[in-house]
């Protein structure tokens, strides 16, 4: 069971990237779905989730980023737009069995993707 984050890389300030989360041995859509990142230096915080239809977003991501889940592909998405450098970190997906904006909660995740948003 695990989960492959991908998708990271440098963009300038404004620019856009896709994270993708894909899946083995367990089922996306049972579980809820989170994005969270780590800057350096800083605590790992919650950027978005998803549980069921029902989507959440930190407020310092709200209107530029967008959670969705492909339940053929078991493959869960952060597109981020407008992006900052402050958006700087490593992002990574984890599941949870409710709906939580608290990291502790999840129970598997995945290994992490750089993004890095230049000025």
């Known amino acids: 069971v695990q989960l492959q984050a991908s998708g990271g890389g440098l963009v300038q300030a404004g620019g856009s990237l896709r994270l993708s989360c894909a899946a083995s041995?367990?089922?996306?859509?049972?579980?809820?779905m989170g994005w969270f990142r780590q800057a350096p230096g800083k605590e790992r915080e919650f950027a978005a989730s998803?549980?069921?239809?029902?989507?959440y977003y930190a407020d310092s991501v709200k209107s530029r980023f967008t959670i969705s889940r492909d339940n053929v592909k078991n493959t869960v998405y952060l597109q981020m737009n407008s992006l900052k450098p402050e958006d700087t970190a490593v992002y990574y997906c984890?599941?949870?069995?409710?709906?939580?904006?608290?990291?502790?909660?999840?129970?598997?995740w995945g290994q992490g993707t750089l993004v890095t948003v230049s000025s």
């Open positions: 041995g367990l089922t996306l859509s049972t579980y809820t």
């Open positions: 984890a599941a949870a069995s409710l709906s939580f904006r608290d990291y502790s909660k999840y129970f598997l």
């Open positions: 998803i549980s069921g239809v029902s989507t």
